[in-house]
């Protein structure tokens, strides 16, 4: 750090005839090394710092095991204040012969008010600079490169207070702070107390972390923050929820009581919450902040990623330009913070165009231990929070046990973000009172700090104290306040176990709530069709360059391409129709009058029509549909890696902004796409667009993977959030997965997607067809008793009315035309009063089971082997009542297969995605081009079922070899498993036999999870036949590395599949 040395005329002695030469230049060398001090306790005055509540002193290095290696390398401040405050060293800084007493004029480069006349004594000089950076808080902001921050953090911390800043000097703040203190003290005790073998995970030893959440609180709604997305670990989390949240206590106590099992599959110290909290600021005006505490696994930091996702989502639909009303706020450990991943790839992605949200604030609860691991073992740098310095954030460390430092900390934090959109961090340096939990025992591997913490006064007791000395609470103070707290604990727990749920509470969260719900979803089933104008609209913008861009000549090809297919209506590629999806889904949707307001009529369902679960059996209505934002993110996207999206047209010739064609429609309301380059990260970024995609449900959210292979660095989120959130949290998300997926010889990370593992997520039942499980009829008859209010063995009009009202904030209008409309349909299944019996209940919801096995499944996984059955499944994630995470093995071969293309006439209005598609169906788009006449359906002698690209190995070799009396069915749909349409379909092939065939090895791809589910549709239809599996051999590895060697193995498993050995022998 530079500075510039001022003079001040009147005090130096060069102003000074009868001072010697000599004199000045000792002065000047003293002014210098003292500039020399002021620096090192800006950047390495934290290393001093009184930072442990266990310490006795500034240097008790009573852990000196947990100190890393390289501590010696900032020895300076060290041994300055090795025996403070006994004596100072000041040979660190060679200022050993220099008088204590001696005055120096430091001008501007000390910035604090306690010294108007600029002069200091050395002794003077080291107070400040203690107290201020080396005292209960220590700094590290000299790493920021941007003058301005580091000149914005010296001027709060020396100018405004100096030694007092770290201090609060209002009563009425200490107050509130002792409240709030005594609050957190007392609900870690009473919980502990109430359920004392229950795991808590007590926030003991951090009190201090509630006062600060309320002055960030305070601070960023001062500030304008209107939002603040929170995510946390499990340490201190009840604590959170009761003294921050203001979640009450029996509702809490209700949580560790268990009285009636939860449908949400995870422990209480995981679940989120959102509320509304009214802040009353300093000017004495009421603010309101709206904040949300993310639901989050064991997997410690996983969530962080989730939290930013989430804020930038808010940002982006509230137009918060500035990104200063909504602001993210993480919770971390000190173990995880420094060990986990996830951690830098979330920081790295604090200031990219895309990712950033103007800053998060993250706050370590710093309890010098992992579990049972020393500090010294758990990380290499000093402090936890060394990742945080590669992205330039200001880190300030404070002692937990002095609660108004750590308020004004978080304050001056929370100016910070607001003031530059930057990240910041609080690093509470605390202790873990008991163990990782309250069954373990921490003093097996660490005697003497738990012997030190059993002695050692809580935070309550030290704050108490330091305002009995002061005066501003007495003991009687204290008793009156802790017993009014305690006996509204104890009321709040005596209210708990009286607590009673309701039926309809367990039937709300029952899948037959959602079928009900469903009835008057807001968010209505549309066809994914779409009219013939509107793809022309969006195909022509697709075709359009402003003529000042100079395209690349692949380009123009592209385009020409597109402008062939939209001339013709045939030749639709992958590309284009992704396009295409994306740009309808942009404008506003009106149902086609023409196609029927209630979807396909009775006439039309035929079994190609019965693909379409897009309509249910109580066929709900068409609605108007406002235009959708959409976002796709990954690494590479805006080209594509495979070179086939060219989202954004650059000129080759200027350096003038790319052009953005799906952001230009040329339609009077349109929504916006981003479509975003991240970072070379899987975790970090899934987990992003994952919160992203939970912010509104009426967004399309799409994460690509460069390979699908790679998807598997991301494993975590996938397990914990998109394959489990709904379960285990009530989160619903449409996010999309595309993962580039094909056996081209590429080698054995360039292959799969590793479908086998997704299909293991997958929460249905390959024993029984939905609706038709013992459970399921179990769940049909507690669900029917629910709704029989009256108990006289019939629903009525009424009993359903109430409980819609109670599923959903539909006006009561509406839900009396509905069900209106719903009686008159369920006139057959109900008696002549127009009730409900017991049987028409079960007709009713097996029939919606069957078909939405979509709605009760966790993941939907999809191969589309055609444009338009991508263009569909795109758009469906939209234009259904529902929200499910959609798994789709997207092509990379299939992107410029030539025959992998499909007619306009399979994406207009009245078409739809097909869950399976049989040769000459509407579906088929190899139905125009075939040259060899199949045998009737009697006389086939082999069915083929297979997904993807391997289908068109099969159809171009069947072709080749002239094979008529081999069928292939093409499962477009995985999971969930179509039964309801490989039944009939395999029925009408009496003769054949049944193969599965697939491209990865027999141990990996769909096999594992198709021929258990396989064989239930055979039984359920009555038929007796084994499956064949045809494909690679078991392998540990997903492909083999030499390119003949894959050709070999392809033309091997082809031919075993067509037979055509037997041709041979023929």
């Not at 700094?139 to 709060?156: A, P, V």
């Not at 639909?317 to 993480?330: E, N, W, Y």
């Not at 609605?623 to 086939?644: A, K, M, Y």
Request: glycine content about 6%; charged content about 25%; proline content about 4%.
């Amino acid at each position: 750090v530079c500075m510039k040395i001022k003079i001040n005329p009147k005090k130096v002695s060069i102003f000074q005839p009868r001072r010697s030469y000599n004199t000045y230049e000792a002065e000047i060398r003293y002014t210098t090394r003292l500039l020399r001090l002021i620096s090192a306790f800006r950047d390495r005055g934290h290393y001093s710092a009184s930072l442990d509540p266990l310490s006795q002193k500034v240097n008790d290095r009573r852990r000196t095991s947990w100190l890393p290696a390289n501590f010696a390398q900032h020895p300076d401040v060290v041994r300055l204040l090795k025996n403070y405050p006994a004596s100072l060293d000041l040979s660190a800084f060679d200022l050993d012969n220099l008088s204590e007493s001696q005055k120096f004029y430091l001008a501007d480069e000390v910035k604090s008010i306690s010294s108007t006349n600029g002069e200091w004594s050395v002794v003077e000089l080291i107070e400040f600079l203690k107290s201020t950076y080396a005292g209960n808080v220590g700094i590290e902001y000299s790493h920021i490169e941007n003058d301005l921050q580091r000149k914005w953090i010296e001027d709060r911390v020396e100018g405004y207070l100096g030694p007092r800043m770290w201090t609060l000097s209002k009563v009425s703040d200490k107050m509130r702070i002792f409240e709030l203190l005594l609050r957190t003290d007392h609900t870690a005790t009473f919980l502990n107390k109430r359920f004392p073998n229950a795991k808590v995970f007590g926030i003991e030893g951090c009190e201090s972390l509630i006062p600060g959440l309320w002055g960030i609180l305070e601070e960023v709604s001062k500030l304008g923050c209107e939002g603040i997305e929170m995510g946390m670990a499990h340490r201190g989390r009840m604590n959170v929820l009761h003294n921050f949240f203001q979640k009450p206590l029996s509702s809490i106590c209700n949580n560790f009581h268990e009285s009636e099992p939860s449908e949400l599959g995870d422990v209480k110290y995981h679940l989120g919450t959102r509320v509304q909290l009214t802040v009353r600021g300093e000017d004495e005006k009421d603010r309101i902040v709206h904040i949300s505490l993310a639901a989050n696994p064991s997997h410690l930091e996983a969530v962080n990623p989730v939290v930013i996702g989430k804020c930038k989502a808010k940002q982006f639909f509230i137009g918060d330009a500035t990104m200063k009303k909504v602001c993210p706020l993480l919770l971390h450990g000190d173990a995880s913070f420094s060990g986990q991943g996830i951690v830098p790839e979330t920081l790295e992605l604090s200031d990219l165009p895309d990712y950033t949200v103007g800053g998060s604030i993250h706050i370590v609860i710093n309890n010098q231990i992992g579990f049972t691991t020393d500090p010294r073992s758990a990380r290499t740098s000093y402090h936890c929070t060394n990742s945080a310095k590669g992205v330039g954030a200001p880190i300030f460390h404070v002692n937990g046990d002095d609660v108004e430092a750590v308020v004004v900390v978080c304050k001056l934090a929370a100016a910070f973000r607001q003031q530059f959109g930057k990240d910041v961090v609080v690093d509470i340096v605390c202790y873990r009172r008991h163990g990782h939990n309250s069954q373990d025992d921490p003093s097996i591997t660490q005697p003497l700090t738990y012997s030190l913490i059993q002695s050692h006064p809580t935070t309550l007791q030290i704050y108490f104290e330091k305002l009995k000395s002061s005066g501003v609470l007495s003991d009687d103070d204290f008793r009156q306040i802790s017993s009014k707290v305690w006996t509204e604990f104890e009321a709040d727990f005596k209210d708990s176990l009286n607590y009673k749920p309701n039926p309809l509470e367990w039937l709300a969260s029952n899948w037959q709530g959602a079928a009900i719900g469903s009835l008057i979803s807001t968010r209505p089933y549309n066809q994914t069709g779409v009219r013939l104008a509107t793809l022309s609209t969006v195909g022509n913008a697709l075709t359009y360059i402003p003529p000042h861009i100079e395209v690349h000549k692949d380009i123009m090809k592209l385009i020409k391409s597109r402008q062939k297919a939209l001339d013709s209506g045939e030749g639709f590629t992958m590309a284009f129709a992704e396009a295409l999806a994306f740009g309808c889904l942009m404008t506003k949707y009106s149902p086609d009058l023409q196609a029927g307001l209630r979807g396909l009529t009775a006439d039309q369902r035929t079994l190609e029509n019965a693909n379409n679960v897009e309509f249910n059996t109580l066929d709900v209505q068409l609605q108007e549909h406002p235009s959708v934002h959409i976002r796709l993110s990954g690494q590479d996207v805006i080209r594509g890696t495979f070179n086939q999206r060219h989202a954004a047209i650059y000129c080759q010739k200027s350096i003038s902004p790319p052009y953005w064609q799906l952001n230009n429609l040329n339609v009077k309301e349109q929504a916006s796409i981003s479509v975003c380059n991240s970072s070379l990260s899987e975790a970090a970024v899934l987990a992003f667009e994952y919160g992203y995609s939970l912010s509104n449900e009426m967004a399309l959210t799409i994460w690509e993977a460069q390979f699908g292979d790679f998807a598997n660095n991301a494993q975590t989120v996938i397990d914990n959030f998109i394959a489990a959130g709904e379960h285990k949290w009530n989160n619903h998300s449409s996010l999309v997965l595309l993962l580039p997926h094909g056996y081209d010889g590429q080698g054995p990370e360039h292959s799969s997607g590793r479908i086998e593992r997704f299909l293991q997520l997958v929460d249905d039942d390959e024993d029984s067809i939905p609706g038709k499980s013992s459970y399921s009829k179990a769940e049909m008859q507690a669900g029917f008793a629910a709704l029989d209010f009256s108990k006289d063995g019939v629903i009525t009009k009424e009993d359903l009315a109430r409980a819609l009202a109670r599923f959903t904030d539909v006006p009561s209008e509406r839900i009396d035309l509905r069900l209106a409309e719903l009686m008159t349909e369920l006139s057959s299944c109900g008696d002549s009063s127009g009730n409900i019996t017991k049987e028409a209940w079960f007709k009713l919801l097996e029939s919606w089971c069957l078909q939405n096995s979509e709605r009760q499944t966790n993941l939907i996984v999809v191969m589309p082997s055609t444009p338009a059955q991508y263009f569909h499944c795109l758009r469906r994630q939209i234009h259904r009542s529902y929200s499910k995470p959609l798994v789709c093995f997207s092509g990379k071969w299939l992107l410029h297969h030539k025959a992998c293309v499909s007619s306009v006439e399979d994406m207009t209005v009245g078409t739809f995605f097909q869950r399976v598609i049989l040769e000459g169906s509407r579906g088929d788009n190899m139905r125009k081009r075939k040259t060899v006449g199949l045998v009737s359906d009697a006389d086939m002698k082999r069915v083929i079922i297979c997904s993807g690209k391997v289908f068109y190995h099969l159809y171009h070799a069947r072709e080749a070899a002239g094979v008529v009396d081999v069928t292939l069915i093409r499962l477009e749909q995985i999971a969930p498993f179509p039964h309801d349409l490989l039944g009939p379909a395999i029925l009408r092939y009496p003769a054949a036999d049944i193969v599965w065939c697939q491209e990865e090895p027999k141990n990996m791809g769909a096999w594992s999870f198709i021929k258990p589910r396989l064989m239930t549709t055979l039984r359920e239809n009555g038929v007796v036949k084994t499956i064949e599996y045809v494909g690679r051999k078991p392998s540990s590895s997903p492909a083999n590395g030499g390119y003949k060697l894959h050709v070999a193995e392809q033309k091997e498993l082809i031919d075993r599949a067509l037979m055509l050995e037997r041709e041979k022998n023929l």
